[in-house]
């Protein structure tokens, strides 16, 4: 554990050298903005949900709007997100519980943002993290293989994974840690062919360390 304490705040700092700029990449300005625009990044790029969101974000400006919305509209124009008859469903349901539970607003706390349909734990620690300033680890793809790359965590179950990071990762920096995590994971520890040679964290990595020994 002590080990893991230590790696992962040196990772961190050295990644952090590399990432000044780490930011969540999907366009929003408001709580319910970031809530619908995750939705809609499920198995889709943040790009495309940014082209479009913009138009989104216009015709539907308040959760009671989508609560109310005509579902083959709010369909068509969701549409390039891919999933889009699941998604439309999932962001009126959604909308639906804002109006009845939360007065339409969206709630910045973890369990009661998970009672809402179609919100899991991630879409619901990348909201508290990048909408609301809160300290928050969102465990997508990315950070679940590069925590696991580098031996921050044995487990496979996102949640599992979160907890993990929680324990050796500073509070402070848990955000933080995520943004991380994701552009190493878009950029330099990919799915396929992660780039270890080019990588500032390699000496501090199990899969690096294991691929070395199988050479
Ligand atoms: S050394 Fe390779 S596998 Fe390890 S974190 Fe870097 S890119 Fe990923």
Known sequence: MKGRLNKGETVLDLLAGEFSEAKIALNFSTPLELLVA??????????????????LFKRYRSARDYAEADQAELEAVIKPTGFYRNKAKSIINCCR??????NGEVPDRID?????????????NVVLGAAFGKNAIAVDTHVKRVANRLGLT??????????????????????????????????????RKPK????????????FKKELQDE
């Open 112 to 124: 009661e943002l998970t009672t809402l349909p179609g919100v899991g734990r991630k879409t619901a």
């Open 154 to 191: 044995d487990e496979s179950d996102p949640e599992r994974i979160e907890m993990d990071l929680r324990r050796i990762i500073p509070e402070a920096r848990w955000t933080e840690a995520t943004m991380i995590f994701i552009l190493h994971g878009r950029h330099t520890c990919t799915a």
């Open 97 to 102: 519980k804002l109006l009845e539970d939360f």
């Open 38 to 55: 995750t939705i809609l990044s499920a198995q889709c790029t943040d790009d495309r949900v940014n082209r479009v969101t913009p138009d």
């Open 196 to 207: 270890c040679a080019n990588c500032a964290v390699r000496s501090y990595c199990d899969y």
